[in-house]
């Protein structure tokens, strides 16, 4: 089975603090996807990666990075925290860029920023 | 633009009662349709995709699907509802860009009366 392990169920920041959300996968995927879950919107992508050190935006990548640096790993960062978002975020990867991929979800990480 | 709409934001239903969930996209060519389940403070778990052929798709935990192209639909069924179905459901389909990213619904929550 894939499985999608993020590092954090649950973390409570301040703002402006810089934040570090983890997640790895064990089945040598190639894509890697960062989302935001909020009530009545969905799931949301951020960040989205293909490769080892390669990104690119999602649908809201304002105020997040995003670090690869190794294939297993993929990392949100929020630079200043805001209370804005404070929020769910899921990783989840697929085996290839091909169309008929299949996004495998970690358990998620509550973030809230007071 | 593509878009996935899930037009009921809560439903319930008696256990032992029969479920669909609606879910409508919009889409030019043949979509590629998913079924998500998410469960109370988990991540999201893959019941069932359409990538073509048989238009009655069947998934896990007792769940179908049918696709139906003249209505741009990929209702979610199950006959008979159990109390541990309760969850929140997510439509998605793949996205025609070169990235082939996942547009999702905004969920159905599903509640089961004992």
């Known amino acids: 089975d894939v499985k999608v392990t993020q590092s954090s169920r649950y973390l409570v920041k301040r703002t402006g603090e810089k934040v570090f959300l983890e997640c790895v996968q064990d089945?040598?995927?190639?894509?890697m996807f960062w989302y935001r879950q909020d009530p009545g919107l969905g799931l949301r992508l951020i960040y989205f990666?293909?490769?080892?050190?390669?990104?690119e935006k999602g649908d809201i990548p304002e105020g997040y990075s995003v670090s690869r640096e190794k294939k297993e790993r993929f990392s949100l960062i929020l630079e200043s925290a805001s209370t804005n978002q404070t929020s769910m975020y899921l990783c989840?990867?697929?085996?290839?860029?091909?169309?008929?991929?299949?996004?495998?979800f970690g358990a998620g990480t509550r973030l809230s920023v007071l | 633009a593509q878009s996935v709409t899930q037009p009921d934001i809560h439903i319930t239903v008696s256990e032992g009662a029969s479920l669909e969930l609606r879910c409508n996209y919009s889409?030019?060519?043949?979509?590629?349709l998913f079924w998500y389940v998410q469960s109370p403070g988990q991540g999201l778990q893959l019941l069932l995709k359409?990538?073509?052929?048989?238009?009655l798709v069947q998934g896990i935990k007792g769940f179908e699907a049918e696709f139906k192209r003249s209505q741009s639909s990929f209702n979610l069924r199950k006959p008979s509802v159990h109390w541990s179905d309760a969850a929140e459901y997510f439509c998605?389909?793949?996205?025609?860009?070169?990235?082939?990213?996942?547009?999702f619904g905004t969920g159905t929550r599903l509640k089961v009366l004992a």
């Open positions: 998605a389909v793949v996205s025609t860009s070169g990235t082939y990213k996942y547009i």
């Open positions: 089945m040598d995927h190639e894509n």
């Open positions: 889409y030019g060519a043949t979509p590629y």
């Open positions: 359409y990538f073509s052929g048989d238009t």
């Open positions: 989840a990867s697929s085996l290839s860029a091909r169309r008929k991929n299949i996004q495998y």
């Open positions: 990666s293909y490769d080892v050190k390669m990104k």
